[in-house]
């Protein structure tokens, strides 16, 4: 390994630069998910450089005291096989300290995230389909912009292992993007968000009480982009999901491994219909 090797903090303008070549990878961003990455945890994204030049990125966001996601890591090719991924993560785990971290990993590298730690919970799978023009849905989908960000923020907490509110907020809000929730009694029992990605949109989170008004939600998010390409990242533990990307014909593009460094968080996992993202989690 070069011994000018550098590891440092990105500053809010360079994520763009992971963004970028997560795109290269074939993973297909959202095109404005840096803004979004960097509300999570202005200090969690970081890059490897020889003589000023970047050849590794990653991130590990820390969302509190106890739990962290640890996302978007790329060595440069030219680079790969010689240590330099190895020392950024060795220096992404020192800042996640002693919180629980979760990662997404390329299911062919799963036996080196075992050796640096992590333990295989079970796999996300990515699906593809395109876009219809679904029956006119329940009025009672609205938009999330009409609904205090509170009773978001709470019912987010039932599928997430820790509150997220800078980034929430600013995942809801991103711009060319749709969000909605699922109201009834005056209780929020959904949401849902489409961004748009390099190619079509990915549909995350999809949070539901159930299968009739997660399929809504994924139904009401494509009414306006007929045609498009749309994707969905379920959970395999939750068969509702699955049962809900079949149906509309989606086909299996992608999986990862869901690994935990102390275990898996205990969630509403049957409420989990999509992730938000293979990133952060």
């Keep these: 390994m070069n011994?000018?090797?550098?590891?440092r903090r990105m500053q809010a303008d360079e994520i763009q630069i992971a963004i970028d070549w997560a795109a290269q990878e074939g993973?297909?961003?959202?095109?404005?998910?840096?803004?979004?990455?960097?509300?999570?945890?202005?200090?969690?994204?970081?890059?490897?450089?020889?003589?000023?030049?970047a050849i590794s990125v990653g991130s590990?966001?820390?969302?509190?005291?106890?739990?962290?996601?640890?996302?978007?890591y790329i060595v440069h090719p030219k680079y790969r096989g010689q240590g330099y991924g190895i020392?950024?993560?060795k220096e992404r785990l020192r800042y996640v300290g002693q919180r629980n971290a979760g990662i997404d990993g390329v299911v062919e590298n799963i036996p080196i995230y075992e050796r640096i730690g992590y333990r295989l919970a079970y796999h996300n799978i990515r699906y593809r389909g395109t876009a219809a023009n679904p029956a006119p849905v329940d009025?009672?989908?609205?938009?999330?912009?009409q609904l205090p960000f509170e009773i978001i923020?709470?019912?987010?907490?039932?599928?997430?292992?820790?509150?997220?509110?800078?980034?929430?907020?600013?995942w809801i809000n991103q711009a060319d993007a749709k969000a909605l929730g699922f109201v009834k009694n005056g209780q929020l029992q959904?949401?849902?968000v489409r961004r748009r990605c390099i190619e079509g949109h990915k549909i995350g989170p999809l949070f539901a009480d159930n299968y009739a008004i997660a399929e809504g939600l994924f139904q009401a998010l494509q009414m306006d982009i007929p045609g498009e390409a749309i994707f969905l990242d379920?959970?395999?533990?939750?068969?509702?999901?699955?049962?809900?990307?079949?149906?509309?014909?989606?086909?299996?593009v992608f999986s990862t491994g869901r690994m935990y460094l102390k275990g898996q968080p205990k969630l509403a996992d049957q409420k989990i219909f999509g992730i938000t993202s293979f990133e952060l989690g």
């Excluded at 009025?139 to 912009?145: A, D």
């Design 27 to 53: 993973w297909n961003p959202g095109i404005h998910d840096a803004e979004s990455y960097y509300q999570a945890d202005s200090n969690g994204f970081f890059v490897g450089e020889i003589s000023g030049q």
């Design 3 to 7: 011994k000018d090797y550098t590891i």
């Design 139 to 145: 009025l009672r989908f609205v938009p999330l912009s």
């Design 60 to 72: 590990a966001v820390v969302y509190d005291d106890q739990f962290a996601f640890c996302g978007l």
């Design 153 to 170: 923020e709470t019912y987010d907490r039932f599928c997430f292992p820790a509150k997220r509110r800078r980034y929430l907020n600013a």
């Design 190 to 192: 959904g949401y849902a």
């Design 87 to 89: 020392a950024l993560t």
């Design 234 to 252: 379920i959970m395999e533990i939750n068969p509702a999901a699955q049962k809900l990307a079949e149906k509309y014909n989606m086909q299996v």
